[in-house]
T-cell receptor, first 110, second 111 residues
Framework: EDQVTQSPEALRLQEGESSSLNCSYT??????LFWYRQDPGKGPEFLFT???AGEEKEKERLKATLTKKESFLHITAPKPEDSATYLC???????????FGKGTRLSVIA | NAGVTQTPKFRILKIGQSMTLQCTQD?????MYWYRQDPGMGLKLIYY???????DKGEVPNGYNVSRSTTEDFPLRLELAAPSQTSVYFC??????????FGQGTRLTVV
């Protein structure tokens, strides 16, 4: 059973059309939730870390939020350069490695 | 500051051949990881290390080996390459409870 589930698998938006990506996790004891951006042919690039329910982080057109069982990555007025795969990862208790979701492929059309 | 460096970037192997994927980091991180990424499947953990001399299996360790003789280096060894090992491999490093930094990946094809 997947511990980290991202939805949708793919999302196509018009430039300026705001939307949200979802990351849900099924195991208790969350120590941190991480959002990454990955461009084709490159390694994941860190965006945000969230540690507790109610926490929010923002960077340019992106805003990440966290509840007790899911996180959202809100994209406001996206531009074509926001097109990428967005990955969510969680760390559970102790020094356990990050567990990644399968990602959401975002395409923003001009 | 180079971060995490992986070599080679691309490699084609024949079935049964062996190779080592190199990974080095210059951030003095204790934790290092090897992931593989297949299309549409996200990142799956192969092996990880919590410090020099300590390694442990991840979700998909079969067909791979690792060593961690120094803090900086964490090579991944493929002993008998199989087509199922065709993938993109990422090395990452971090400190506890912080974000992971990734290398640019090694694209491996086994034919």
């Amino acid at each position: 059973e997947d511990q980290v589930t991202q939805s949708p698998e793919a999302l196509r938006l018009q430039e300026g059309e705001s939307s949200s990506l979802n990351c849900s996790y099924t195991v208790s004891g969350l120590r941190g939730l991480f959002w990454y951006r990955q461009d084709p042919g490159k390694g994941p690039e860190f965006l945000f870390t969230l540690y507790s329910a109610g926490e929010e982080k923002e960077k340019e057109r992106l805003k990440a939020t966290l509840t007790k069982k899911e996180s959202f990555l809100h994209i406001t007025a996206p531009k074509p350069e926001d097109s990428a795969t967005y990955l969510c990862a969680v760390q559970y208790s102790g020094n356990t490695p990050l567990v990644f979701g399968k990602g959401t492929r975002l395409s923003v059309i001009a | 500051n180079a971060g995490v460096t992986q070599t080679p970037k691309f490699r084609i192997l024949k079935i049964g051949q062996s190779m080592t994927l190199q990974c080095t980091q210059d951030m003095n991180h204790n934790y290092m990881y090897w992931y593989r990424q297949d299309p549409g499947m996200g990142l799956k953990l192969i092996y990880y290390s919590v410090g020099a001399g300590i390694t442990d299996k991840g979700e998909v360790p079969n067909g791979y080996n690792v060593s961690r003789s120094t803090t900086e280096d964490f090579p991944l060894r493929l002993e008998l390459a199989a087509p199922s090992q065709t993938s993109v491999y990422f090395c990452a490093s971090r400190e506890l409870n912080t974000e992971a930094f990734f290398g640019q990946g090694t694209r491996l094809t086994v034919v």
